[in-house]
């Protein structure tokens, strides 16, 4: 039973930062692809970022150079370190993994609850 469980969110003021975290559990977490993602109020689900079983790291362009993907594998836990937020940054995050070649949340599923970051101007 995988279970992705995010957290981290908050309410921060432009330029500021915030960490998030997406504690998994249930796999081995080390061997698995996960990314971030994230849904702005009235658009659609995004892609934000992902880090490859061998620690390759891939950003969309809206976060690059601000955002930063990393994982503890003694945690089992993703982390998603955010410098520099924007207002445009303000969304629902979502973690996702790629488990026996396929995503654990699809774009057909129920993402969840995620954790909202509000980035006020």
């Known amino acids: 039973q995988v279970q992705l469980v995010e957290s981290g969110g908050g309410l921060v003021q432009a330029g500021g930062s915030l960490r998030l975290s997406c504690a998994a559990s249930?796999?081995?977490?080390?061997?698995?692809?996960m990314a971030w993602y994230r849904q702005a109020p009235g658009k659609q689900r995004e892609w934000v970022g992902t880090?490859?079983?061998?620690?390759?790291?891939n950003y969309a362009d809206a976060v690059k150079g601000r955002f930063t993907i990393s994982r503890d594998t003694a945690e089992n836990t993703l982390y998603l370190q955010m410098n520099s937020l924007k207002p445009e940054d303000t969304a629902v995050y979502y973690c996702?993994?790629?488990?026996?070649?396929?995503?654990?949340?699809?774009?057909?599923?129920?993402w969840g609850q995620g954790t909202q970051v509000t980035v006020s101007s």
């Open positions: 996702n993994a790629l488990i026996g070649g396929r995503w654990y949340r699809s774009d057909f599923d129920s």
């Open positions: 249930g796999s081995a977490f080390s061997l698995n692809v």
């Open positions: 880090i490859t079983n061998s620690g390759l790291k």
